[in-house]
T-cell receptor
């Protein structure tokens, strides 16, 4: 039962442009949402999070938007840089449990 | 500061053998998680410890899997006997507390291949 879904397995974007990654969830009990970034042969690293009581959180080039009524969140990366090429996982938290999406592979083209 | 440390990074073993994966969480963290990543199921939680006590092991696939946390700085995940379908990347992760909003930090993973 996939409670967190990332429907786009891959995204290709030109350097300097905006990357938009999307995530949908089904469980209304989730109270925190997180994005993790993963390079090959490494563990996921925390990128940015948002509480369910907010609708936007910004950290440098990264902004996460939450639409609770639609059970949808998105990650915006602007401007995209070659070092942003990685797999991005959306995750949702209910107490201690993190449920992960399947990931979106982002490729930033020079 | 050292992150979550896992060993071995890579393990190739024959079916039927015992496999032990090790984890040292970040100092000061009291919550420890074991996750498994496979192509089919993505990242899934196997077991969660809080203050060295197993709180949720509902994700452990079957009795062949066991996990221990004898102290705050060490945990093991054991598979006995191992099977080819256990081949996956096993991640250990830790956080300051188990509650939502506390960032979970992952180790680099143990890549297990059972042949």
């Amino acid at each position: 039962d996939q409670q967190v879904k990332q429907n786009s397995p891959s995204l290709s974007v030109q350097e300097g442009r905006i990357s938009i990654l999307n995530c949908d969830y089904t469980n209304s009990m989730f109270d925190y949402f997180l994005w993790y970034k993963k390079y090959p042969a490494e563990g996921p690293t925390f990128l940015i999070s948002i509480s369910s009581i907010k609708d936007k959180n910004e950290d440098g080039r990264f902004t996460v938007f939450l639409n609770k009524s639609a059970k949808h969140l998105s990650l915006h990366i602007v401007p995209s840089q070659p070092g942003d090429s990685a797999v991005y996982f959306c995750a949702a938290s209910n107490d201690y449990k993190l449920s992960f999406g399947a990931g979106t592979t982002v490729t930033v083209r020079a | 500061d050292a992150g979550v440390i896992q060993s071995p990074r890579h393990e190739v073993t024959e079916m039927g053998q015992e496999v032990t994966l090790r984890c040292k969480p970040i100092s000061g963290h009291n919550s420890l998680f074991w996750y498994r990543q496979t192509m089919m199921r993505g990242l899934e939680l196997l077991i969660y410890f809080n203050n060295n006590v197993p709180i949720d092991d509902s994700g452990m696939p079957e009795d062949r899997f066991s996990a221990k946390m004898p102290n705050a700085s060490f945990s093991t995940l054991k598979i006995q006997p191992s099977e080819p379908r256990d081949s996956a990347v096993y991640f250990c992760a830790s956080s300051f507390s188990g509650h939502s909003g506390n960032t979970i930090y992952f180790g680099e993973g143990s890549w297990l291949t059972v042949v």
